[in-house]
């Protein structure tokens, strides 16, 4: 009996054209990581649990897909539980392994089982699948990629820098010129939080004017009271609202605005720094916008934040990012600083379709599709068919001695450029026929032309 | 409580050493694929169970991994079945999805769900994981990688030939010199049985004579006779055996050996006609043996076999395929013919590094290190690093004031190439000192000359 096959939800395939253009992000993705000297390492989509539950909060827990322990997984399995259909604890007794959430607790993971081969500060970058139990909606799937570069072993800001140089490079190659990459630092909320005489509260206070962009300022007042904040004190955060200064003037107004707070102090200082190395860097436009209501990670970044959004376009960040100081402490190595960005592929590509970014060239199709008339011309095809791919040509020859405009339909259909049709004419003088199948242009070339003739008018 | 972290068994962690080689692998492939003119696919990781079920036999199914139900997942299993640990019958209750097993079923589900949008004949490759919950041992993982190449929705045997240019250009480019592709047909093996005088049984007769190399011709005629072959058949067998002869030649003496089998006929001829398509092609040195006792894969295909082995090593075969007539009857859609070919990239790995294969510059390392002496200079780094970015070159800033030693100990190390060492002499001048960390060799340049003179000299 024969299904109709389906795809689980929330996943997808990628067909060719799909491919072509998911490879354009991630080739330029990886070239910008390879030119500032990141590496690239990739880890088992599979880890065992103990790995990852507990790294993610309870929700990240429960979002984790488990994968059944092989054989007869309930052998071992507690009778009682079963009985009760105790899902939460029979879990443990029938799966021991879960496929990974995200790329930073592998990395964690490989760093600390690494610790004696590696040579730190280490800079690694890191492409692949990640998976998620969520409720699929548009632009959440539940197995999308990742594209993360991290340094670690350093806290030197020459790392914050390269990674806002890094993010310019890639929005430039990939053609986005709208965009911002904020900036903020644990810190300043810190300061922000002391300055309203809430010190410590920095983990509500963000969790509230998180929702500025999205709720305004009255409901996030709300929010803040029901939070515990005073009247007095969330009238002291309103100063630090809506600061749109440019970076070095909005740096002083912080400091004036916070001036007994030495986490604040420590926080505009170090953000005074990456902008003083990028200024070093000569690059101009750097996009880069500070932003002390930008609240992001606040469980894990202690230094600098990063978010990316992309301008006049509906769509939340497209990378984000920030230092940590405590990244393998969960799996007993302290003190290993570092800081990460973090790509989503998905959301480019669909910034990058609305905006009609995607080069034609990222359609990977052949270039020349030998036709032929029977079975000679065919032979004479194979053999000329080598000549083009050693020059480096995509090229198929027809494989069925089907009549020319089937040919010429099928080259057609597959958006393939060029046809180089061989009578028997072309193939005794060698005078072949290459026809340029949109515009109809058709030129009389030696075979040894061709590939020349190709890339030139590509 | 921080814990030592692991793997789960047979998985593996990709280190940049690793990943650069395994990279030079995928991306020769991925060229030849390309330039034959096969586009790119990618499936999820995860598909329906009752995609995967029932398409692998017994021991597939078995070795399936199986990913838990999301939620409440005993909520709607069988109380009964619970209470007894049932685990197969249980299984459907609390398991919905598997990972992919191979990269041809998923191919098949993509085929029948997109057949309206497919030009064919349609050739795609696919470069993706497998998982199977097999027992770990050397050379064998629970993920790994398979490449696949397939052409459908034609039966012209100039795909066969194809194939094999692909895989002798694979190879090529590899810098694998010494290897055989095997080259059989179901049919030939049809003709054989029939010859035997055992019509039909060419099924248990390929099980048997699969084993020809590791037992020898007695344990396999001890086989054959447990397996129900007579005397007089197994004798028959026996001058197809050790046919060490150049193709044509072997050609010719099969056929003389089944002049009646019409099965036999059929795939002499075919193989003859995928000789001569490749005579046209005017490669040579194809590395091509025919070998009627070449035996896999006989539940699914039913025309060319091929097989490749690299020779004098210990190592199975490193690629394999064959033509299918019928992919994708199990999904409702019949008459669907195709040939494909899957690269074994663990095992290309592990038989490049044994023959010391890997070129040096599949290390994907920074090709300089700029090392400074004070912040200032450090300063002048950065501006220099963004220009030999720009020119392509893989750069880093030492990023901590670290003391110069440290910075050359640091680049070495990592096998970093090059060093650029920035003093305030050399800032101010502009006269740069690259240091060559192998040779030891300095170099006094101007910046914008170390593109080029680290290209020339790499």
């Not at 990141?38 to 488990?66: A, H, I, R, W």
């Not at 820098?161 to 929005?171: K, P, S, Y």
């Not at 010429?408 to 259909?413: E, G, R, T």
């Not at 046809?419 to 060698?430: D, P, R, T």
Request: glycine content about 8%.
């Amino acid at each position: 009996m024969s299904q109709k096959p389906s795809l689980p939800k929330g996943t997808r395939d990628f067909g060719p054209e799909q491919m072509g253009r998911r490879n354009f992000i991630f080739d330029t993705i990886r070239s910008v990581f390879r030119t500032y000297g990141f590496q690239p390492l990739e880890t088992p989509s599979m880890e065992n649990l103990s790995v990852l539950t507990g790294k993610y909060g309870d929700e990240g827990d429960q979002l984790l897909f488990k994968i059944l322990n092989s054989g007869d997984f309930l052998k071992n399995a507690d009778a009682q539980k079963l009985a009760t259909k105790d899902s939460k604890s029979v879990l443990f007794d029938i799966s021991e392994k879960g496929l990974r959430y995200d790329l930073t607790v592998p990395f964690a993971r490989w760093v600390v089982m690494n610790q004696h081969a590696i040579t730190f500060p280490f800079k690694r970058y890191q492409i692949q699948p990640v998976w998620r139990a969520d409720r699929p909606q548009k632009g959440r799937y539940r197995e999308f990629f990742q594209c993360d570069a991290d340094v670690v072993g350093t806290d030197s800001l020459v790392c914050e820098a390269d990674i806002i140089l890094m993010i310019n490079e890639v929005f430039e190659q990939l053609g986005i010129t709208d965009f911002t990459i904020k900036m903020n630092h644990r810190k300043v909320l810190e300061g922000m939080a002391e300055t309203m005489g809430a010190k410590g509260q920095e983990g509500p206070l963000c969790v509230a004017i998180d929702k500025l962009d999205k709720i305004g300022w009255e409901k996030v007042q709300e929010e803040l009271a029901q939070r515990g904040f005073s009247p007095a004190a969330i009238q002291a955060l309103e100063p630090f609202l809506n600061l749109d200064l440019e970076s070095d003037t909005l740096l002083q107004k912080l400091e004036s605005l916070m001036p007994q707070s030495e986490a604040g102090t420590t926080g505009i200082n170090q953000l005074a720094e990456v902008l003083h190395l990028l200024k070093a860097s000569g690059r101009t436009h750097l996009h880069l916008q500070i932003d002390p209501t930008l609240a992001r990670g606040l469980s894990y970044y202690t230094g600098a934040i990063f978010e990316v959004k992309v301008n006049n376009v509906q769509m939340g960040s497209v990378s984000g990012g920030g230092r940590y100081d405590n990244l393998t402490g969960v799996f007993g190595l302290p003190n290993v600083s570092g800081v990460g960005i973090s790509f989503g592929v998905d959301r480019l590509y669909d910034v990058m379709d609305e905006l009609g970014l995607f080069p034609a060239a990222a359609h990977t199709s052949t270039q020349v599709l030998l036709a032929h008339f029977d079975a000679p011309t065919r032979l004479y095809a194979l053999q000329a068919a080598g000549t083009l791919r050693t020059a480096g040509l995509a090229t198929e020859v027809y494989p069925d001695l089907d009549k020319l405009k089937k040919q010429l339909n099928y080259a057609d259909k597959k958006g393939i450029p060029y046809a180089l049709i061989i009578g028997s004419e072309e193939m005794n003088s060698g005078n072949l026929t290459l026809k340029n199948l949109k515009s109809g242009e058709q030129n009389s070339l030696r075979l040894s032309d061709i590939p020349s003739f190709i890339n030139t008018n590509a």
